[in-house]
């Protein structure tokens, strides 16, 4: 067999969600957009409830109605994108609650599903969902007589704790939302760490889950074992792979890999990446191609039969800093043609 390894720890996983739950005195849900971020939004979702989350959030309703197939009744999801046309009769049917972003959104929900619960999304400065204040002042009476779920908004640049705009969207946040009588959420993964202010009722984390940054306190999730097909001498001045971009400079051994930027493994982190035998390190040699990557072994004592791109010697932030890219980016990039291995 020639497929990568992807293992998920759903251990780490639930240490982790508890770890950030530990750190506020509210609820904690869990953010599986995405596909669970690449993991398994099925696998990820059962083994957060059994551990105690009981409110997932999703990005679009088709997400949540594979999650409410996967958990079944009683957990709350919730759709960051509202209810779009077209998505009334999913909402109905696995029963999911809505994050209204609009006046529009929101008329086209009290008029297709009356009585059915919702949330709303405010903008407090990020620009991209939720309605701005002028919006809000001209339908909160009508919203808040519905007894809205949660009101809720998302920091910009919560991973850069002294960022000002962290402090001007709390207070913008608390102008558009104190004193009203319903539950509030602001915090994803990186406002849980900014402190007490920001956690309200609910906080909202996702990377942290899954092991990735800002959690720098989080337990290692993915790992990533790549097998090797083949492995060969090549002299000094022979190249490696497209284009000629490697050449020998001394005597050395090529491991051929079998994953590629097919797999997620994206083409850009080519020249700075490496991947580990055991504790080795061993760089890339030449271009990533589709399915398969030349690897510089000549440094191990013998020919490894499998080299691993993330594991607990290499975060996922690590290998998004080959691509200058960052976690999120390589986590949902996590190819189709892995095989999926979960440990509990
Ligand atoms: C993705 C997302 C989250 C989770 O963010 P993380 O940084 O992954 O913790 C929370 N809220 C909203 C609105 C999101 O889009």
Redesign the pocket.
């Known amino acids: 067999m020639s497929t990568a390894t992807l293992t998920t720890d759903l251990a780490a996983l639930t240490a982790n969600w508890r770890d950030l739950d530990s750190r506020t005195a509210c609820e904690t849900a869990a ?1 599986v ?1 995405a596909d669970g971020y690449g993991l398994g939004a099925a696998e990820v979702s059962r083994a957060l409830a059994a551990a105690g989350a009981r409110h997932f ?1 999703v ?1 679009v309703a088709e997400e949540g109605v594979a999650l409410r197939q996967a958990l079944g009744e009683g957990p709350s999801i919730s759709v ?1 994108s509202g209810h779009m046309a077209g998505d009334t009769d999913l909402i109905a049917g696995a029963q999911l609650t809505p994050m209204l972003n609009s006046v529009d959104q929101m008329l086209r929900h009290v008029e297709s599903l009356p009585g059915h619960p919702f949330g709303l999304q405010l903008d407090t400065g990020m620009n991209r ?1 939720g309605m701005e204040a002028a919006e809000w002042d001209a339908v909160k009476a009508i919203a808040l007589g519905q007894s809205p779920t949660l009101i ?1 908004s ?1 920091l910009a640049c919560a991973d850069t704790p002294d960022d000002d705009m962290n402090a001007r969207q709390l207070a913008r946040f608390r102008e558009m939302t104190d004193g009203i009588d319903a539950p509030r959420s602001l915090a ?3 406002g849980i760490l900014l402190g007490t202010e920001f956690h309200f009722d609910l906080t ?5 889950l899954y092991g990735g940054l800002p959690f720098v306190d989080a337990r290692p999730v993915v790992t990533l074992d790549i097998p090797v097909i083949q492995v060969r001498d090549v002299s000094p001045g022979e190249t490696v792979g497209y284009g000629n971009a490697w050449m020998a400079g001394q005597p050395s051994r090529i491991a051929t890999i079998s994953s590629g930027y097919a797999d997620g493994i994206i083409r850009a982190m080519g020249p700075k990446a490496r991947l580990h035998a055991g504790d080795m390190p061993v760089p890339v040699a030449g271009r990533i191609s589709m399915d398969l990557i030349g690897v510089d072994v000549t440094t191990l004592p013998g020919d490894p039969e499998t080299l691993q791109l993330v594991g607990p010697h290499q975060s996922v932030d690590t290998v998004a800093d080959f691509a200058d890219t960052i976690g ?1 980016e390589i986590l949902t990039s996590l190819g189709a043609r892995y095989r999926r291995v979960y440990r509990t």
Do not use: E, S
């Open positions: 953010v957009k959030f990005a960051f969902l809720m998302h994803a993964t990186g909202r984390p996702g990377i942290g999120y």
